[in-house]
């Protein structure tokens, strides 16, 4: 077992480049968000759907998505102890409780032994390709209401 899991590096080329230095030249007052809505609207023609809303962090798009699922006060969210604070603060701006625990070595993921403690609310399904329904049928309690989406080939680099 390799104990290190390997890093990516940044892959930025000319196209990127100009990108950033139009966006940071022009990209203010009535322009300001022109870069924003050619991704959204990219990955909307992408997807096939009628909504998509980009965000400037992956924390930003945690809290929007938990604040969507209705996560708040008196909510217990799990999360493992790798997690960096920037996944726990939303959780906590929400006014939820995060709960971290142990992952398992050779996976990384959640130990489902370390969760098995927590309650769940019983309305609630996890995809039925998540490992975490496992653990939460045999709790019978609380899971997060997602819909399984069919895995979809990414962007690849496309001109916005």
């Known amino acids: 077992m390799n104990p290190r899991i390997p890093d990516t590096q940044p892959s930025i080329t000319e196209l990127e480049a100009r990108y950033a230095t139009d966006a940071a030249a022009t990209g203010r007052g009535e322009r300001c968000y022109d870069y924003v809505h050619r991704i959204e609207d990219a990955f909307k023609a992408h997807l096939g759907v009628e909504y998509a809303s980009a965000t400037s962090s992956c924390t930003g798009a945690l809290h929007r998505g938990m604040a969507a699922l209705g996560i708040g006060p008196g909510d217990e969210v799990i ?82």
Do not use: M
């Open 79 to 160: 999360l493992a102890d790798t997690n960096r604070i920037a996944t726990a603060a939303p959780i906590v701006h929400l006014g939820a409780k995060p709960f971290f625990v142990d992952i398992l070595e050779d996976s990384w993921c959640l130990d489902p032994a370390n969760v098995s403690g927590f309650r769940w609310s019983p309305s609630s399904s996890f995809p039925s390709h998540s490992p975490a329904l496992r653990v939460a049928s045999g709790l019978g309690q609380r899971s997060v209401r997602l819909k399984p989406q069919p895995a979809r080939r990414g962007l690849g680099r496309s001109r916005l």
